[in-house]
């Protein structure tokens, strides 16, 4: 009972941490285009991709310091292992949703805004399966992982 709430408490940090996320991303969208005059096609598409990647590093550091803290803080597996994980995780999201959810989705005439709304969430939950286990990944989330695996045989 104890790791399932500790796994549901994860989760919620995780949704508040993506909504921090979302919210620092609309902010730098609306520096970079109302305020900084960003107002072509090609300084529109510079300032998407320069607001994601500043989200996704504020985002790293968001479940680092508050949902996966039990990891040490050294700076050359910090930048030379995690964060490059972090993106490959970010990336194989997106890459999921437009290669196989939107397509599959669309397919059977599924409205747009479900559509995105059913790819955000299962981009989210393979984000946060990759993070937990791949990128922020250790010896105490293993056991985690193993002992509520244990519990759910056992019920």
Not at 7 to 35: E, R, S
Not at 145 to 153: D, G, K, P, R, T
């Amino acid at each position: 009972m104890q790791q399932e709430n500790l796994l549901y408490q994860k989760i919620f940090k995780f949704a508040i941490g993506g909504g921090i996320v979302t919210g620092f991303n609309i902010v730098l969208i609306f520096i970079m285009v109302d305020w900084w005059g960003w107002d072509t096609i090609l300084l529109h598409n510079v300032a998407n991709a320069l607001a994601i990647e500043l989200s996704v590093i504020l985002s790293f550091f968001i479940y680092r310091l508050w949902i996966w803290t039990d990891g040490e803080w050294n700076i050359n597996k910090i930048f030379l292992k995690e964060i490059p994980l972090f993106h490959l995780a970010a990336g194989s999201a997106i890459a999921a949703r437009i290669i196989f959810i939107f397509p599959f989705l669309d397919y059977f005439s599924i409205d747009p805004k479900i559509n995105t709304l059913a790819g955000g969430l299962s981009g989210a939950a393979l984000n946060y399966i990759m993070n937990d286990r791949i990128v922020f990944k250790s010896d105490k989330t293993s056991q985690e992982i193993e002992s509520l695996s244990e519990a759910n045989s056992e019920e």
